[in-house]
């Protein structure tokens, strides 16, 4: 992979971002279905690459190199928003949300699942507990994915507040990364405290996530 392709990976695409402004009710979905689009093939080569330098290393050794690296990414994204006020901390979710999508992703891949196949965008989705079952997920994604085709989500601004829109949005990806209480977002900005509350609820999330993920792909 290009370092080029690697650095465009780092965070949601402006597209994605777009469009889950334009949809917020469903940004989880379209992170979802972004991510299985531009991520899996990462994760596809990450592992190709991973095996051939290290074939001493087996799929839970694989797994756990790519929880180390992500959750070393959600922990310093929580820092930067912490330090970065409200603005960062409404960024920090998506981004984290994004990073976490990208860390599951690896685990699968480790544990020889297809990273870009649709069925990861249903595991995304209820690894991340945004759905209790795969049948709803697949639902959702489904009418995302029409949502996406229609021309409405990519033209110009929908008429509605850009502060309630942002709202929704940021509480819709902080549900997707773990970040039950939306009171944590608005923590995060306490002055004097927000880099320590933005960290560690980044990685607690991350961690929570990455055992769910390493059991359901070691056990499939």
């Not at 990273?115 to 639902?139: G, I, N, S, W």
């Not at 560690?200 to 359901?216: I, V």
Request: positive net charge.
């Amino acid at each position: 992979m290009t370092k080029e392709l690697a650095e465009d990976t780092a965070a949601p695409p402006g597209s994605l971002w777009a469009r889950m402004k334009a949809d917020p009710q469903y940004a989880p979905e379209h992170l979802a279905l972004e991510a299985t689009r531009r991520i899996g093939p990462e994760a596809a080569e990450w592992h190709t690459r991973m095996r051939a330098a290290r074939p001493e290393l087996g799929p839970d050794e694989l797994a756990t190199l790519a929880i180390k690296r992500f959750t070393t990414l959600a922990r310093v994204s929580g820092a930067v928003s912490g330090a970065a006020g409200l603005p960062g901390a409404l960024l920090d979710v998506g981004v984290l949300a994004w990073t976490q999508a990208r860390m599951v992703l690896h685990i699968a891949a480790a544990y020889d699942n297809d990273p870009a196949a649709p069925e990861r965008a249903t595991d995304l989705l209820v690894l991340q507990k945004v759905h209790k079952v795969a049948e709803t997920a697949r639902t959702a994604l489904g009418v995302a994915a029409g949502r996406e085709r229609a021309s409405r989500i990519f033209t110009g601004d929908s008429g509605r507040p850009l502060a309630g829109v942002l709202m929704r949005l940021s509480v819709k990806l902080a549900q997707m990364a773990g970040i039950r209480a939306a009171k944590r977002i608005f923590a995060k900005v306490v002055p004097g405290a927000g880099i320590i509350l933005g960290t560690w609820a980044n990685s607690a999330a991350t961690r929570d996530l990455a055992q769910r993920a390493r059991e359901h792909y070691r056990n499939g």
